[in-house]
């Protein structure tokens, strides 16, 4: 069901910052009861949609921002324009189920195409197991009017993650060691990734001493980057890679580097740095001789692993806001002053916007368009 758009609602000014009118970022805010869809250009800020979901989740193409809300609605918001396009999907009978949703919050979990939106559901409570056996879907949706397909995920997909590689479509189970590629056109997923895989990893993983009492607990966690392919960090915190960017196993043993403690790592963000492949870090570290923590950015070469450039974060930083542009800088929200800063090397950071201090850590970045 398409309805008109929903508008421009509401105004925020936010303080200069010198940022060209031709950037502009689409973010994530909360509101006192809701979420809301926001545009930043230049000095303004503006709400566009607001969103009556405590979790939702997003993404992006080269002209769209999209955004599933719990009410089980999507917006599709044209980057340029900021005209909004809003499609019901429970009313049709090939939806079955409800958004996935993440206890940290709203998540990057949707793939945007020039043509359609991905993003997982779950049938739990609603509807039989789909033909895989499993409870967990790809919910395909057309741009163009709405209308839907439902591609079944297996019975051991859970917590799907939906992600890209190389333009492949890519789902992989979250703390797990599965992965398929969506083959869209026929409407059903590929194995690219088992146990078998990793057993070497996960062999050293279960000899390893159980961690100290009290400590937080480690979850394996992927990187897809395209032009290198995926890379795997494990419990004990170290990230290596395993499949090629062809998506085929690595025959020979690939570099790899500890990063500290797994559950330091708070972001893994895969992008580019001096036009090569590259993942990037989010992770606390201690402070030599200080009873304190500091967070750090660092971008690894997604090949040798070896660190490019690094950069301290604010305390504030919300590791879930990262944002890597293409020009390889990296943006995120700090949420203690309100500035949403950029990152680049050799440069340090600078506030790019600024918004209301205080701000929720479900705040996220949706976009950054650099302009010309």
Request: glycine share 10%; net charge negative; charged share 20%.
């Given at each position: 069901?398409?309805?008109?758009?929903?508008?421009?609602?509401?105004?925020?000014?936010?303080?200069?910052?010198?940022?060209?009118?031709?950037?502009?970022?689409?973010?994530?805010?909360?509101?006192?009861?809701?979420?809301?869809?926001?545009?930043?250009?230049?000095?303004?800020?503006?709400?566009?949609?607001?969103?009556?979901?405590?979790?939702?989740?997003?993404?992006?193409?080269?002209?769209?921002?999209?955004?599933?809300?719990?009410?089980?609605?999507?917006?599709?918001?044209?980057?340029?324009?900021?005209?909004?396009?809003?499609?019901?999907?429970?009313?049709?009978?090939?939806?079955?189920?409800?958004?996935?949703?993440?206890?940290?919050?709203?998540?990057?979990?949707?793939?945007?195409?020039?043509?359609?939106?991905?993003?997982?559901?779950?049938?739990?409570?609603?509807?039989?197991?789909?033909?895989?056996?499993?409870?967990?879907?790809?919910?395909?949706?057309?741009?163009?009017?709405?209308?839907?397909?439902?591609?079944?995920?297996?019975?051991?997909?859970?917590?799907?993650?939906?992600?890209?590689?190389?333009?492949?479509?890519?789902?992989?189970?979250?703390?797990?060691?599965?992965?398929?590629?969506?083959?869209?056109?026929?409407?059903?997923?590929?194995?690219?990734?088992?146990?078998?895989?990793?057993?070497?990893?996960?062999?050293?993983?279960?000899?390893?001493?159980?961690?100290?009492?009290?400590?937080?607990?480690?979850?394996?966690?992927?990187?897809?980057?395209?032009?290198?392919?995926?890379?795997?960090?494990?419990?004990?915190?170290?990230?290596?890679?395993?499949?090629?960017?062809?998506?085929?196993?690595?025959?020979?043993?690939?570099?790899?580097?500890?990063?500290?403690?797994?559950?330091?790592?708070?972001?893994?963000?895969?992008?580019?740095?001096?036009?090569?492949?590259?993942?990037?870090?989010?992770?606390?570290?201690?402070?030599?001789?200080?009873?304190?923590?500091?967070?750090?950015?660092?971008?690894?070469?997604?090949?040798?692993?070896?660190?490019?450039?690094?950069?301290?974060?604010?305390?504030?930083?919300?590791?879930?806001?990262?944002?890597?542009?293409?020009?390889?800088?990296?943006?995120?929200?700090?949420?203690?002053?309100?500035?949403?800063?950029?990152?680049?090397?050799?440069?340090?950071?600078?506030a790019s916007w600024h918004l209301p201090a205080g701000q929720s850590r479900s705040a996220r970045i949706l976009s950054i368009d650099l302009g010309r």
């Amino acid at each position: 069901m398409k309805i008109p758009s929903l508008g421009l609602l509401g105004l925020l000014l936010a303080g200069g910052s010198g940022v060209a009118h031709s950037q502009t970022a689409w973010l994530l805010m909360s509101r006192s009861d809701h979420f809301a869809v926001v545009r930043a250009q230049g000095q303004t800020v503006r709400d566009i949609v607001p969103l009556r979901s405590p979790a939702p989740i997003y993404g992006e193409s080269r002209g769209v921002v999209a955004v599933v809300a719990s009410d089980e609605w999507i917006h599709v918001i044209d980057k340029e324009s900021g005209m909004v396009r809003s499609f019901q999907l429970a009313i049709q009978p090939q939806y079955i189920g409800y958004p996935t949703e993440d206890l940290s919050g709203p998540l990057r979990n949707m793939l945007v195409t020039d043509d359609h939106a991905f993003f997982p559901t779950i049938r739990f409570g609603r509807g039989p197991l789909n033909e895989l056996g499993g409870q967990h879907d790809i919910v395909q949706m057309s741009l163009a009017d709405g209308s839907l397909r439902s591609i079944p995920l297996p019975e051991d997909c859970l917590h799907p993650q939906l992600t890209e590689l190389g333009g492949v479509p890519v789902v992989y189970a979250w703390n797990g060691d599965r992965a398929w590629k969506l083959d869209a056109a026929n409407g059903r997923v590929v194995s690219i990734l088992t146990r078998d895989h990793v057993a070497d990893l996960r062999a050293k993983e279960v000899a390893a001493p159980r961690s100290a009492r009290g400590a937080p607990r480690a979850f394996i966690r992927y990187a897809m980057v395209s032009g290198a392919g995926v890379l795997r960090l494990s419990t004990l915190g170290e990230l290596g890679k395993i499949l090629d960017e062809d998506l085929a196993g690595v025959s020979a043993p690939a570099a790899s580097v500890w990063l500290g403690p797994a559950h330091d790592v708070l972001a893994l963000r895969s992008g580019t740095t001096r036009s090569r492949p590259a993942i990037g870090v989010v992770r606390q570290q201690e402070v030599q001789g200080l009873q304190q923590r500091r967070v750090t950015f660092s971008y690894l070469d997604a090949s040798s692993l070896d660190v490019v450039w690094a950069s301290d974060v604010a305390q504030g930083a919300i590791p879930e806001s990262f944002y890597v542009a293409d020009d390889g800088s990296v943006f995120y929200i700090d949420v203690m002053t309100g500035d949403v800063i950029r990152l680049s090397q050799g440069e340090g950071g600078s506030a790019s916007w600024h918004l209301p201090a205080g701000q929720s850590r479900s705040a996220r970045i949706l976009s950054i368009d650099l302009g010309r």
